[in-house]
C-alpha cells in the first residue's frame, strides 16, 4: 500500500513569491492534514480537510491556504512568501476524524 | 505554558540499552496519545497510538499513559543502531478539533 506523497520534495523561491505544495493521501483516507516543521518550533498544525471542506486552522496568517480535491488529494498554498516560512511541510492522512494520523515525507521549503 | 512539553536534550546510550523518554502536558482535554519516529529527511513514522490512560506493548516499545500526571512515555527495550532517531510525542483531544499537538522531539542515537 502506497504512504502518503508529497510534491516537489525541495523548493527553493524568494520573499514575495507564491508556492503550491501537493499531496496523495494513503488510498481510503478522506481526511489530510498539513503541518509546518521549523527549525527549533518543531511541528505546527496548519490545516484539515475532510470531504473537501476545511474543518480545521491552525494558528497561522490568511496567506496560508489550501484544498482538497473529490479524490481527496490537497494542495497547500503560500502567498506572500517570508523568509520565516522556510521550513519542511509535512501532508498526513487518516482514516477519519480521531483516527491515527500517517505522514508523508514532506517538502522542504527554502526562501531566499 | 507550552501545551505539550518534551526535553529536546540529545540522548546516546549503548546498543542493548533500555531507551526512556517522556513527555508532559498541560491540556486535559487530550485523549489520544502517539509517538513517532523520524529519520533525518524523512517524514514522522506513527510507532505507538493509545487512547486514555494505561500502557501499550508493541514488540520492543512499550508506551504508557497517566491521565492523572498529564505524562507520558516511550520505552525501547533492547535499543539497536537503527532506533537511531528523533522520537516526538503527539496528543490531540476527542471531538471535533482533530489537531496533533507535537513535543518538540527527542534526538536519540544508539552506540554500537
Known amino acids: 500500500e502506497a504512504g502518503v506523497t508529497q510534491s516537489p520534495t525541495h523548493l527553493i523561491k524568494t520573499r514575495g513569491q507564491q508556492v503550491t505544495l501537493r499531496c496523495s493521501p494513503i488510498?481510503?483516507?478522506?481526511?489530510v492534514y498539513w503541518y509546518q516543521q521549523a527549525l527549533g518550533l518543531g511541528l505546527q498544525f496548519l490545516l484539515w480537510?475532510?470531504?473537501?471542506?476545511?474543518?480545521n486552522r491552525g494558528n497561522f496568517p490568511p496567506r496560508f491556504s489550501g484544498r482538497q480535491f473529490p479524490n481527496y488529494s490537497s494542495e497547500l498554498n503560500v502567498n506572500a512568501l517570508e523568509l520565516e516560512d522556510s521550513a519542511l511541510y509535512l501532508c498526513?492522512?487518516?482514516?477519519?476524524?480521531?483516527?491515527?494520523?500517517?505522514f508523508g515525507d514532506g517538502t522542504r521549503l527554502s526562501i531566499l | 505554558q507550552k501545551e505539550v512539553e518534551q526535553d529536546p536534550g540529545p540522548l546516546s546510550v549503548p546498543e542493548g540499552a533500555i531507551v526512556s523518554l517522556n513527555c508532559t502536558y498541560s491540556?486535559?482535554?487530550?485523549?489520544?496519545f502517539m509517538w513517532y519516529r523520524q529519520y533525518s529527511r524523512k517524514g514522522p513514522e506513527l510507532l505507538m497510538y493509545t487512547y486514555s490512560s494505561g500502557n501499550k506493548e508493541d514488540g520492543r516499545f512499550t508506551a504508557q499513559v497517566d491521565k492523572s500526571s498529564k505524562y507520558i512515555s516511550l520505552f525501547i527495550r533492547d535499543s539497536q543502531p537503527s532506533d537511531s532517531a528523533t522520537y516526538l510525542c503527539a496528543m490531540s483531544a476527542v471531538g471535533g478539533n482533530n489537531r496533533l499537538a507535537f513535543g518538540k522531539g527527542n534526538q536519540v542515537v544508539v552506540i554500537p
Open positions: 498526513a492522512s487518516s482514516l477519519g476524524q480521531n483516527q491515527p494520523q500517517h
Open positions: 480537510y475532510d470531504e473537501g471542506e476545511e474543518r
Open positions: 488510498s481510503g483516507h478522506t481526511s
Open positions: 491540556n486535559s482535554a487530550f485523549q489520544y
